[in-house]
């Protein structure tokens, strides 16, 4: 059976659409020196990054959301990560290009993130993507983020497409889980972070990418 016509295109955006982990892993060793705590080698935080401060505050430091002390590393972490939010953060090798043909051909694009939007909007405007994106929703522009799939059902009729024409890129199972749940087509996007647990083999995407390149034949 031929799949639906793509009208439009979502991403997640850590991981997917931009190589954000140098300026999140820079601003987690930077907590850690001023712990006086050595900096963690960047291959060791990066497959940290797509569970954002938790993430990074568990690889950095050993503790979780519900371990006392958290908090005030968390509000600390994401304070020097404000502070220096696209010094490193580069789109992956490709992306640039997939964007451009996406709108060569008039398919909208956005963004659908569990980042908050004091992060996503001054990234995107950084990256030079903030009005180029027909949608741009972060994890607080909805109640309950991902895997929830409001965010994407937000996006999609920002894009003015039906969830069942538009597919979902991203690197973390949360993100596979949020499309199905949103009656969209999923993309493992293999070149990404992919966090610490199942193999995204057994995420269950309809479709696997190891290059932004391999998306447009998808089209």
């Given at each position: 059976m031929n799949e639906p016509r793509t009208r439009g295109v979502l991403f997640d955006l850590d991981g997917t659409l931009a190589d954000t982990a140098p300026d999140l892993g820079g601003a987690l060793n930077r907590l850690r020196i001023e712990r006086g705590l050595p900096e963690l080698p960047a291959d060791t935080l990066r497959p940290h990054t797509s569970a954002g401060a938790r993430g990074l505050i568990g690889a950095g430091f050993g503790v979780t959301p519900e371990d006392a002390g958290y908090t005030e590393l968390a509000d600390r972490f994401l304070t020097l990560y404000a502070s220096a939010i696209c010094v490193h953060t580069r789109l992956f090798d490709g992306m640039g290009e997939v964007l451009t043909r996406l709108e060569q051909a008039?398919?909208?694009?956005?963004?659908?993130?569990?980042?908050?939007?004091?992060?996503?909007?001054?990234?995107?405007?950084?990256?030079?993507?903030?009005?180029?994106?027909?949608?741009i929703v972060s994890g607080d522009s909805v109640p309950v983020p991902k895997p929830d799939p409001a965010g994407l059902r937000l996006a999609a009729s920002e894009l003015g497409v039906e969830v069942g024409d538009c597919i979902y890129v991203g690197d973390d199972e949360r993100d596979i889980?949020?499309?199905?749940?949103?009656?969209?087509?999923?993309?493992?996007a293999a070149f990404g972070y992919l966090g610490c647990a199942r193999h995204h083999s057994e995420w269950g995407a309809d479709h696997t990418i190891h290059h932004p390149l391999e998306l447009l034949p998808l089209l």
């Amino acid at each position: 059976m031929n799949e639906p016509r793509t009208r439009g295109v979502l991403f997640d955006l850590d991981g997917t659409l931009a190589d954000t982990a140098p300026d999140l892993g820079g601003a987690l060793n930077r907590l850690r020196i001023e712990r006086g705590l050595p900096e963690l080698p960047a291959d060791t935080l990066r497959p940290h990054t797509s569970a954002g401060a938790r993430g990074l505050i568990g690889a950095g430091f050993g503790v979780t959301p519900e371990d006392a002390g958290y908090t005030e590393l968390a509000d600390r972490f994401l304070t020097l990560y404000a502070s220096a939010i696209c010094v490193h953060t580069r789109l992956f090798d490709g992306m640039g290009e997939v964007l451009t043909r996406l709108e060569q051909a008039d398919i909208p694009w956005g963004v659908v993130t569990n980042k908050a939007a004091r992060f996503t909007v001054p990234l995107m405007r950084e990256l030079g993507l903030h009005e180029r994106a027909a949608s741009i929703v972060s994890g607080d522009s909805v109640p309950v983020p991902k895997p929830d799939p409001a965010g994407l059902r937000l996006a999609a009729s920002e894009l003015g497409v039906e969830v069942g024409d538009c597919i979902y890129v991203g690197d973390d199972e949360r993100d596979i889980q949020a499309a199905r749940a949103a009656g969209m087509r999923s993309v493992t996007a293999a070149f990404g972070y992919l966090g610490c647990a199942r193999h995204h083999s057994e995420w269950g995407a309809d479709h696997t990418i190891h290059h932004p390149l391999e998306l447009l034949p998808l089209l």
